[in-house]
């Protein structure tokens, strides 16, 4: 009646007038892409929230500090400290641990520092790689999904079309168009996914260097004093 | 160990609140843009449709007709008005032309007064003169009340033939108007029949062409006339071919697509239903 209402309608006209697999595909695909965005975005907080706890403590460290002080500081802040010093933290721990059982050999105790710094760096890493097999998945799959709600919806456009004898575009027209709109969708939800998926094992993989660099090193540093000590 | 899986935990409620936000942030963004998108695409059709609505009903088209047939009753009004400043305009001239046509009397009466006088002073003295001038000057004065009295008098007369010129005019337009409008009103019903008569003789067409599954050898444009008896419902009771193509194929196929079509689509309305309802003779072409 209105015009102006009908044409902004028009578009969840068409959704409403899908068939209901296409609806239903539709709305697969619409939690698919609202899930795949969250965790972009917590993705991308917690990813930089990593990088610039690790650039500080990168700094902190290699600023030629007290060693002892920072364990301190790290063991007392926990909940603020970044992967890297939790990972420097839970290598002193077991370090200091094994210094004081008497009767153990530099290899032993420099060995099991490493072992408890693998652990929480495993641990670590799984926390920072968490939702990312999510968004690999949409990525993948929702062009699948979208393409599948537009051939069902085709197939129904057409199979309406074979009760008619005289065909004409007008009556094809609106089927193919809402079943469009599912293989829209898929899309919608596919490309960010795969960017961000993409973009953020790139960013996991270099932290995780980082990591473990920082891991040989300070077992290197934690064998000279346990050799200068002895 | 167990405080170190916590850890992550901890951090997380807040910026994840913060990720759903921008998340349906980005959908409802893409909404309106997708909502933007296709009404622009739509909005050009749009247009069209407003246009043909605004076209088909006669009343709009009535009503226009009502102002210019009650401007001019309006305009009386001022004229009745104006009277009142008219006698201002229109008095100066007749008092011009009685003018003079007065002095010239008043010349006449003069020269005969003088004549008069003349022969007054011959006969009478100069004082009889000066009498009978002021005589003259009142028969004057006098003459010019009388003038100004008829002037008067037509005046009114002439605004009271305008009042009833007025009011008649008012009489035939209301007249008029009470007859355009039930003609209107009468024009307007049977052009809404006659509408639509048409629409839905289009749709029978179009729901019958939709039915109809043409034969591979027709060629042109043959016209096939059929005698189609409907129920009230619409639905078809018999059809009968009242005038061949020539094409028998043609013509079972059109048959054929008729009844494929039943019931048909027919107005609510009962007056346009009479065209449709005991027997309506159908009219098919393959192209049109």
């Not at chain 1, 002193?92 to 099991?112: A, C, M, T, W, Y």
């Not at chain 1, 670590?124 to 949409?138: K, Q």
């Not at chain 1, 089927?175 to 960017?195: Q, W």
């Amino acid at each position: 009646m209105n015009p102006d209402l009908s044409q902004d309608l028009s578009l969840f006209h068409l959704i409403l007038n899908a068939s209901l697999p296409v609806q239903l595909v539709m709305l697969l695909l619409l939690g698919a892409s609202l899930m795949s965005w969250w965790f972009i975005f917590i993705k991308l907080f917690s990813l930089k929230r990593a990088l610039r706890e690790t650039d500080r403590f990168e700094r902190e460290f290699w600023g030629g500090g007290d060693i002892n002080a920072m364990y301190k500081e790290v063991a007392a802040g926990r909940g603020e400290a970044g992967e890297m010093a939790r990972i420097f933290e839970a290598g002193f721990r077991e370090f200091v641990k094994l210094r004081q059982q008497p009767g153990l050999s530099l290899n032993v105790i420099v060995d099991g520092t490493r072992r408890a710094m693998r652990a929480t760096y495993q641990r670590e890493l799984d926390s920072l790689e968490s939702h990312l097999s999510f968004l690999a998945t949409v990525g993948s799959v929702s062009p699948y999904v979208g393409l599948f709600g537009t051939v069902w919806g085709i197939m129904i456009a057409f199979m309406g079309l074979s009760s008619v004898a005289q065909a004409t575009l007008a009556q094809v027209a609106p089927g193919i168009a809402e079943a469009l709109i599912a293989t829209a969708m898929g899309l919608f939800a596919a490309i960010p996914a795969v960017v961000g998926y993409n973009r953020y094992t790139h960013d996991i993989d270099r932290l995780a260097n980082r990591m473990e660099s920082f891991m040989e090193e300070f077992s290197n540093i934690l064998q000279r004093q346990a050799t200068k000590a002895s | 160990m167990n405080i170190s899986a916590d850890v992550p935990f901890v951090s997380r409620p807040g910026s994840n609140l913060i990720a759903g936000a921008l998340a349906l942030g980005v959908h409802v963004v893409f909404v309106l843009l997708l909502v933007f998108g296709v009404s622009w695409q739509t909005q050009h059709p749009a247009p069209v449709m407003v246009d043909l609505w605004e076209a088909l009903p006669p009343p709009p088209v009535a009503k226009p007709a009502r102002p210019p047939a009650s401007a001019p009753v309006k305009t009386p009004e001022p004229v009745k008005v104006k009277p009142a400043p008219r006698p201002a305009v229109d008095e100066p001239p007749p008092p011009k032309t009685p003018d003079i046509a007065l002095e010239k009397k008043k010349a006449e009466s003069e020269r005969q007064k003088k004549l008069q006088a003349m022969q007054a002073v011959e006969e009478k003295a100069r004082a009889d003169a000066a009498r009978k001038a002021q005589e003259t000057q009142l028969a004057e004065r006098k003459k010019r009340e009388l003038l100004r009295q008829m002037e008067e008098e037509d005046l009114t007369r002439r605004m009271a033939d305008e009042v009833a010129a007025s009011e008649a005019r008012q009489a035939k337009l209301a007249e008029a108007q009470a007859k355009l409008a039930e003609a209107a009103t009468a024009s307007k019903r049977q052009t809404e029949v006659a509408g639509v008569v048409g629409q839905y003789r289009d749709l029978i067409s179009a729901k019958v062409r939709g039915n109809t599954r043409l034969p591979d050898n027709l060629a042109g444009n043959p016209q096939v006339r059929c005698l189609v008896k409907l129920l009230p419902t619409g639905e078809v009771q018999s059809v009968r071919v009242t005038q061949s193509s020539g094409n028998a194929a043609y013509d079972e196929a059109v048959v054929r697509g008729i009844w494929k079509s039943s019931p048909l689509p027919l107005p609510g309305e009962r007056d346009a239903r009479a065209a449709f309802v005991p027997e309506l003779s159908f009219v098919h072409r393959p192209k049109e």
